[in-house]
C-alpha cells in the first residue's frame, strides 16, 4: 500500500468495495428473485388452472342448461309433469335449446322406446336440421329446416334406431343425467361429448332418452387464449387420461386407416405433455385422489420445470384434470437480466461517478428490500402494502404485479365473503370490458341485501351471535348462488350479490326467491338440541346493466333504492 498515491489508496478500496457490493447486489437479487419468481409463478400456475376449471364448469353447464330447458327436473317443478313426447311440442323445444350455447352445444335430441327419433341440430341460423323417425318406419329422415314445423328439404335417410346407440343406453342404465366418453366427431374430427338424460310420464315409465351433444372445441380455443409463458402449455385430459383440449396448435388427434383415434399426452411432439402428466400421475399415485389444486416441480432434458394441476368437471359429473406446465427460465430470466444489469452498473459507476453509483445501488437495494418484504407478506397471506417503486424496468414489473395482487387480495376476515373494494374492482372491470369489447353483449345484475331484525339479534344475543348470523347469512348466499356469481360483504349488515351473465328479470327475480328463503331459515346459536334460534328477515333490491344504469354509482343507487322500497313494504305489509 505504500507504494501507492494517496487517491489511490483512497479510490482502490472503494472500487472494490463498489464492485464487492454490485456482486453482492446480483447475489442478492438472484436470491430474492428467484423466490419472488417461484411464489409468483405458482400463484400464476394455479390462478391459470382455475380459470381453466371455471371455463370447463361453465361449458359443461351449457349442456346441463340446454337439456333442463327441454326437460325440467321433477324436483324443480310445482306438481308431477309428464315429458311431452310428441314431435310438435318437442321440435320448438330443440329450437329454443339448441339456440341457447351454438357454439358448445347446437344439438338436441329425443329417442323413443318405441324407436321413434327427433332432434334438431342447428349450427347457425342458415343451417338447421331437422332428424326424424315415426314409430313403425326403419329410416331416419335428414332435413335442412328453417323453423319449427317447417320440414324443408329433404336430404337423406338412414338406417338408424336410438335404441341401439351409446348413449340411449348409457341413460337407459342410469337414474340420473350421465356423460358418454369423448369422442371425435365422425365429420369435423373435433372433441365431443353427450349429456343424456332418461325421460318418463307421471307413472315413472320410462318414455325415452334426451340428448344433447357438446363440441369441446370451445375449451380448446379457450386453452389457446392463454398466456402460460413463452414455451409453457396447458391442457385436459379425461378419466381415461386421453386429451380433451390443449393450449398447442398441435391437435390431440391422429388418423389411423380412416378412424380417428385420440391421443395420450405422452404421444403429443411438445415433450412437456408427456412430462408433466407422468409427474402428475406420480404425486397423485403417492397422495391420492384428493386433488383439488397443487403444484409441482420437476426437472428434465430441458431443465427445471413448474407446473400446476387440478381436477375439473367435477361439478358436473366428470373427473377431468387441468395441467399448466411451464419451463422456471420462462420466469427467471428477467431475474437473470436484472442481475447483470445491476453488476454493469457498478462497473459503470466506478468509471464515472461513485456517488452515482452509491445513489443507484442504495435504489436498487431499497426496492429489492421492498419487493422481498413483500414477498414475505404474500407468503403468509398478510395484506401487501402500497409499493413506493417508480421504475420502467424488471423490478418495476414486479413490483407492479404485486401491487396488482393486492387489489385481488380483498377478503372480508369476519364472513369469508369478498368485501365492498373487490365487488366495486369487479364492476369497474366488466363496465371497461363492456366499453373495449362493444360487439359483445355484456349484461349483469346486482341485489342489494339488507338483514331484517339483525339490530335486536345483537341487543339481546350479543355481538357474537351478530357475528354468527352474519357468517350463517354469507354462507347460505355462496351456497345459493352460481359459483360464478360473487358475494360481497357491503357493510355492517348488508350485502351485495353481483350476478354474471344475467339481464331477464325473471332470472332475477328466482335468484331473489331462492335467496330469501335461504337466508331466512332460522339459525341456531348453538349446536345442543336446546340451543336458541333466531330469525332474520331479508329486503332485497336490484339493478341490471344497462338497463337500470351504466356505471357502478347508479346502478347501486337503484338497487339500494329498491330494496328500502321492500323494506318499507314488508313493515307495512306486518
Not at 2 to 20: A, M
Not at 78 to 86: C, N, Q
Not at 212 to 228: G, H, I, Q, Y
Request: proline share 4%.
Amino acid at each position: 500500500m505504500s507504494t501507492l498515491s494517496l487517491r489511490q489508496q483512497v479510490i482502490l478500496p472503494f472500487v472494490v468495495l463498489v464492485i464487492c457490493v454490485s456482486l453482492c447486489i446480483g447475489w442478492v437479487s438472484i436470491r430474492a428473485g428467484e423466490n419472488t419468481v417461484s411464489d409468483l409463478t405458482h400463484r400464476v400456475l394455479l390462478e391459470t388452472t382455475g380459470r381453466i376449471g371455471d371455463a370447463t364448469e361453465r361449458t359443461l353447464g351449457g349442456a346441463v342448461i340446454a337439456l333442463e330447458a327441454v326437460a325440467p327436473d321433477p324436483e324443480d317443478l310445482p306438481r308431477p309433469t309428464s315429458f311431452p313426447d310428441d314431435f310438435k311440442t318437442l321440435e320448438q323445444r330443440f329450437w329454443d335449446a339448441s339456440g341457447l350455447f351454438r357454439t358448445v352445444n347446437s344439438t338436441v335430441y329425443f329417442g323413443g322406446e318405441d324407436g321413434r327419433f327427433i332432434g334438431v341440430n342447428r349450427e347457425n341460423k342458415d343451417n338447421v336440421m331437422l332428424f326424424l323417425r315415426e314409430s313403425g318406419t326403419a329410416k331416419r329422415e335428414a332435413y335442412v329446416t328453417l323453423a319449427p314445423g317447417n320440414r324443408g328439404k329433404l336430404l337423406r335417410s338412414d338406417d338408424f334406431d336410438p335404441r341401439q346407440r351409446p348413449w340411449y343406453r348409457l341413460a337407459q342404465a342410469a337414474k340420473h343425467p350421465v356423460w358418454s366418453s369423448v369422442y371425435n366427431d365422425y365429420s369435423t374430427g373435433i372433441p365431443v361429448i353427450t349429456l343424456a338424460k332418461s325421460v318418463y310420464d307421471v307413472n315413472r315409465g320410462m318414455i325415452g332418452v334426451l340428448g344433447t351433444d357438446m363440441r369441446l372445441s370451445a375449451l380448446n380455443d379457450f386453452l389457446k387464449t392463454l398466456e402460460v409463458s413463452r414455451n409453457g402449455v396447458a391442457f385436459i385430459v379425461d378419466e381415461q387420461g386421453l386429451l380433451v383440449a390443449s393450449s398447442t396448435e398441435e391437435l390431440p388427434i391422429k388418423i389411423e386407416g380412416k378412424q380417428l383415434q385420440r391421443l395420450h399426452p405422452e404421444a403429443m411432439g411438445n415433450p412437456l405433455f408427456g412430462a408433466s402428466y407422468a409427474h402428475y400421475l406420480a404425486w397423485r399415485k403417492a397422495n391420492g385422489d384428493a386433488l383439488l389444486a397443487q403444484t409441482l416441480e420437476f426437472e428434465d432434458a430441458a431443465g427445471k420445470m413448474e407446473m400446476a394441476a387440478t381436477r375439473v368437471g367435477g361439478k358436473h359429473g366428470l373427473d377431468w384434470v387441468a395441467i399448466v406446465v411451464a419451463p422456471r427460465n420462462d420466469f427467471m430470466g428477467e431475474v437473470t437480466r436484472s442481475f447483470y444489469h445491476s453488476f454493469a452498473i457498478g462497473l459503470v459507476c466506478v468509471l464515472i461517478a461513485l456517488a452515482i453509483g452509491w445513489f443507484a445501488l442504495n435504489r436498487v437495494l431499497n426496492d429489492i428490500r421492498q419487493l422481498t418484504v413483500a414477498a414475505r407478506k404474500v407468503g403468509h397471506g398478510e395484506p401487501l402494502p402500497k409499493l413506493s417503486i417508480e421504475r420502467s424496468d424488471e423490478l418495476g414489473l414486479l413490483a407492479q404485479t404485486f401491487n396488482e395482487m393486492e387489489h385481488n387480495l380483498r377478503i372480508d376476515h369476519l364472513t369469508g365473503a369478498y368485501n365492498r373494494d373487490f365487488v366495486l374492482a369487479q364492476i369497474g372491470f366488466i363496465l371497461r370490458q363492456a366499453v373495449a369489447r362493444p360487439f359483445e353483449q355484456v349484461h349483469f345484475a346486482l341485489l342489494f341485501i339488507d338483514l331484517d331484525k339483525f339490530k335486536s339479534i345483537n341487543d339481546v344475543h350479543g355481538h357474537n351471535c351478530g357475528d354468527l348470523v352474519l357468517k350463517t347469512v354469507a354462507q347460505r348466499l355462496r351456497d345459493v348462488v352460481r359459483t360464478s356469481d360473487i358475494v360481497a360483504r357491503y357493510g355492517g349488515d348488508e350485502f351485495v350479490v353481483l350476478l354474471k351473465d344475467i339481464s331477464s328479470m325473471r332470472d332475477v327475480v328466482a335468484t331473489e326467491e331462492k335467496i330469501r328463503h335461504a337466508v331466512e331459515q332460522p339459525i341456531a346459536l348453538g349446536t345442543g338440541e336446546d340451543a336458541d334460534q333466531v330469525d332474520v328477515g331479508a329486503s332485497l333490491g336490484w339493478a341490471i346493466f344497462p338497463q337500470d344504469g351504466e356505471d357502478p354509482d347508479t346502478l347501486l343507487k337503484v338497487a339500494d333504492t329498491r330494496m328500502f322500497d321492500a323494506k318499507r313494504t314488508r313493515r307495512q305489509g306486518k
